[in-house]
């Protein structure tokens, strides 16, 4: 049997002589050794700091990589939760964003209450796997979890701003109104609660959008989420910041100490001008320390026979009247531009320039806004008219009045709306909250439809304004619009109180050629159905001029169905030293007469123009028929997937019936019908009706 020799005094290093404290064992196994350089052995100390702090160091990284192999066990599972959470999350944020912007707060807060759940239980899942601080740490060394627990923490701050903010913007629809006429200091200060939540959500997207980029990679749900969130996060983050400053001049305008005015227009539709309706009254609201001081409700006539400007008219207003005022100012289809001139026209009255007098905004209210008004508040009763006016009575009642009432004779025929408003406006304060909600509703529905518009001389609030759908401003196509803009604008002169009981259709046909021109063959059918009202002012001939607008560039083809007014002013304008307004001047100075068709051309904001007189009889209906193109150009040409956008613009206080009928250049299809015809019809088109179509060949 093999005897094996016990290693005993073996060292990897042969040496003949060994000096007695040399450390062999850091010298390589063959070398020559010069026993003068040896390397001692360190000295023994029982308490080093250096090792201690070494050996935790080591111990940290020990416990850090068992901790981490731990967790990356579960890394699918967290993947897996955090992808699926962060989709819903951002399909509920989505959700409330929408339903905040169309005042749907009640649903906001749902989605918003979801997301809550959803985000806290991610949290609890993160917490669970990995421990809150234990995470921290670990986040010092892979920031990816860090940023995951960021983006949580940022989350739930977002989401709680967000929840808070419709929170806050419901107490306004509800008390709002209340607060400007009795509590201004309340209303401020939930405006001013609004905006810092605005604030705060915008700055938490902000980093929830950042910390969702260092995540790129960790999922592919993540990945794909994160560039979804950062077109989204431009989108919000653009919103929120118009919405700051739109609040911020809202603010400065609330918490002055000084008196600012905001004038009120009644638009009276039943006599229709191209912003709306006739201004025959309106109301004169001063604001103060963020509350209603006053409110002084004028017959538009009042500020008009204290004007001493003369200014030349608008060119079908000339045989009417002599001179332009504010009465009818309402002129222009672009509401923005109708507000500031009838501004203008105020502030040049003796009524408000002795005093300094300057307005800090118009609104405009078409008649149905006090229709709802009065839903909500129900019958008010004025004792003096022995009348008792609600919803459905308030124009013919009020109209009677104006036209043949007792106030008239007197000189005041607008002294039953004085009357009238303050009654509405105290009543309104002891409505339920049901009804309130009701009128909330209603007036943002309003607003769609462009039956209340704002115009503001602040230039931060007013592109809010723009932004919001508010301003009733027409809209101003890119330089690369490619399509066909269509809307179709009257104006009442001297036509009675008949547009209240005026049928509209539009019926238009759009060819699209192989160069990208545009040839249209439109209708409009107008119905007067006053004939059987019993008050004269509603069975007068609708006297109409219409102006058809058009993409810029178009040309007039033919007319069919139009009048002829021969009657021409007279008044020599420059000999009487008149004025000029610029805005309506540019326009004038565009127009061209085509004597063919007894129908003016010319440009407005941006748009051709047509221009004609269209009469309608009580009891009668006619159809007025136009065709114009519009010429091809270096950004029409047509090419697979290009898209075709029509566009129709309603004006403010005209319903009407909308029928389109869209034809694919030859050749081509349109992919949306898979189909060379598009068709699409509304029975009320909105204020403002878009259709893109993508071009696809056959």
């Known amino acids: 049997m093999e005897k094996r020799v016990p290693r005993k005094n073996i060292q990897p290093v042969l040496v003949d002589v060994k000096k007695p404290d040399g450390n062999y064992g850091r010298i390589s196994r063959i070398e020559t050794v010069n026993l003068s350089k040896v390397p001692r052995a360190p000295a023994f100390k029982f308490f080093s700091v250096g090792k201690i702090a070494f050996g935790i160091?080591?111990?940290?990284?020990?416990?850090?990589?068992?901790?981490?192999?731990?967790?990356?066990?579960?890394?699918?599972?967290?993947k897996k939760a955090f992808a699926g959470g962060v989709l819903n999350i951002a399909g509920n944020f989505s959700l409330s964003i929408q339903a905040l912007k169309e005042t749907r707060f009640g649903d906001a807060e749902v989605f918003l209450a979801e997301n809550d759940k959803e985000l806290r239980n991610m949290k609890n899942i993160m917490d669970r796997t990995y421990g809150s601080e234990a995470l921290k740490i670990f986040g010092f060394f892979i920031p990816r979890f860090r940023n995951a627990a960021d983006i949580l923490e940022d989350a739930i701050e977002l989401n709680s701003s967000v929840m808070n903010l419709a929170s806050e913007l419901e107490a306004l629809t509800l008390d709002g109104m209340k607060n400007f006429q009795t509590n201004g200091a309340l209303l401020i200060q939930n405006i001013s609660a609004i905006r810092s939540e605005i604030s705060g959500a915008g700055s938490k997207l902000e980093s929830v959008r950042n910390n969702l980029a260092a995540l790129r990679g960790f999922s592919d749900s993540l990945s794909e989420y994160e560039q979804n969130i950062s077109g989204e996060y431009l989108k919000y983050s653009g919103e929120l910041n118009k919405a700051d400053i739109f609040l911020g001049g809202i603010l400065g305008v609330l918490r002055s100490n000084e008196e600012r005015h905001i004038a009120v227009l009644f638009q009276n539709t039943a006599e229709i001008r191209p912003g709306g309706g006739f201004v025959g009254s309106y109301a004169d609201i001063i604001v103060q320390n963020g509350q209603m001081k006053s409110m002084d409700v004028r017959d538009i006539y009042d500020p008009d026979g204290q004007l001493d400007l003369k200014i030349v008219p608008p060119q079908e207003i000339k045989t009417m009247s002599t001179d332009w005022g504010a009465r009818d100012a309402n002129w222009f289809f672009d509401?923005?531009?109708?507000?500031?001139?009838?501004?203008?026209?105020?502030?040049?009255?003796?009524?408000?320039?002795?005093?300094?007098?300057?307005?800090?905004?118009?609104?405009?209210?078409?008649?149905?806004?006090f229709e709802s008004f009065l839903s909500a508040t129900g019958p008010i009763e004025l004792e003096d008219y022995k009348l008792a006016i609600d919803n459905k009575n308030f124009l013919k009642e009020i109209q009677r009045e104006v036209e043949t009432g007792a106030d008239k004779r007197a000189g005041e025929p607008k002294r039953i709306l004085k009357t009238l408003a303050p009654l509405a406006l105290e009543k309104m304060n002891s409505v339920s909250e049901l009804e309130r909600e009701a009128l909330a509703k209603s007036i943002f529905e309003h607003v769609a439809k462009k039956d209340i518009m704002i115009y503001a001389k602040d230039n931060n609030i007013q592109s809010s304004l723009v932004s919001s759908g508010v301003a009733g401003e027409t809209l101003d196509l890119p330089n690369s619009f490619w399509g066909s803009y269509l809307a179709v604008v009257n104006a009442n002169i001297a036509g009675g109180k008949t547009d209240v009981f005026m049928e509209q259709s539009v019926d238009a046909r759009v060819d699209v050629d192989s160069e990208g021109g545009v040839f249209t063959d439109l209708s409009v059918n107008r119905k007067h159905t006053g004939n059987k009202e019993k008050d004269p002012w509603w069975r007068e001939t609708n006297k109409n001029f219409i102006q058809i607008y058009a993409a810029p560039g178009s040309s007039?083809?033919?007319?069919?169905?139009?009048?002829?007014?021969?009657?021409?002013s007279k008044f020599d304008y420059e000999a009487e030293g008149y004025e000029t307004y610029p805005e309506l001047k540019k326009i004038e100075d565009s127009k061209i007469y085509s004597s063919s068709y007894q129908t003016w051309a010319f440009q407005a904001f941006g748009k051709s123009v047509f221009g004609t007189w269209f009469n309608v009889q009580a009891g009668k209906e006619r159809v007025f028929s136009i065709k114009f193109e519009t010429p091809p150009s270096d950004k029409t040409a047509v090419a697979k997937g290009r898209v075709f956008t029509f566009i129709f613009e309603s004006q403010s206080g005209v319903s009407s019936k909308l029928k389109v009928a869209i034809s694919a250049p030859l050749g081509y299809i349109w992919e949306e019908s898979r189909s060379p015809f598009f068709n699409y019809e509304t029975s009320g088109a909105a204020a403002r009706e878009m259709i893109y179509l993508t071009l696809g060949k056959r």
Do not use: H, Q, T
């Not at 007039?556 to 021409?568: A, R, Y």
């Open 57 to 78: 160091v080591v111990s940290a990284l020990v416990l850090i990589a068992l901790w981490a192999g731990a967790a990356f066990l579960r890394a699918g599972e967290i």
């Open 335 to 369: 509401f923005p531009s109708s507000a500031r001139a009838i501004l203008f026209f105020l502030e040049n009255s003796k009524m408000y320039s002795e005093r300094d007098v300057k307005f800090d905004a118009a609104v405009g209210l078409n008649i149905n806004v």
């Open 556 to 568: 007039l083809v033919s007319v069919k169905g139009n009048d002829v007014k021969n009657i021409v």
